[in-house]
Nanobody, 123 residues
Framework: QVQLVESGGGLVQAGGSLTLSCAASGSIFSINAMGWYRQAPGKQRELVASITSSSSTIYADSVKGRFTISRDNDKNTVYLQMNSLKLEDTAVYYC?????????????????WGKGTLVTVSS
């Protein structure tokens, strides 16, 4: 069974920084893309950033230049370094991974989610 567990959320003042981590565990054959999404109250979940297994990245326009996504393939972990945080960054941040479960016999590629971690930016 595959699990994604996020950590690192919390309360921070505007202009501050936080680093989120997400570790994938369980029977995993391979991980393709990993990413972070967020959902603010009353809004739809949106992509923040994603990174492929070869470390190609994409970012939402709203976080470009402030957030950096990275991953440690040996640890099946993805990180999100968030700098210059703004009030509008307040949201629940969800980790996502497109991965093939099952080791040593792979199963089908699937999309997996963590339970989310709350980031609150205060003025």
């Amino acid at each position: 069974q595959v699990q994604l567990v996020e950590s690192g959320g919390g309360l921070v003042q505007a202009g501050g920084s936080l680093t989120l981590s997400c570790a994938a565990s369980g029977s995993i054959f391979s991980i393709n893309a990993m990413g972070w999404y967020r959902q603010a109250p009353g809004k739809q979940r949106e992509l923040v950033a994603s990174i492929t297994s070869s470390s190609s990245t994409i970012y939402a326009d709203s976080v470009k230049g402030r957030f950096t996504i990275s991953r440690d393939n040996d640890k099946n972990t993805v990180y999100l370094q968030m700098n210059s945080l703004k009030l509008e960054d307040t949201a629940v941040y969800y980790c996502n991974a497109a991965l093939v479960p099952g080791f040593p016999i792979p199963s089908k590629l699937g999309n997996y989610w963590g339970k989310g971690t709350l980031v609150t930016v205060s003025s």
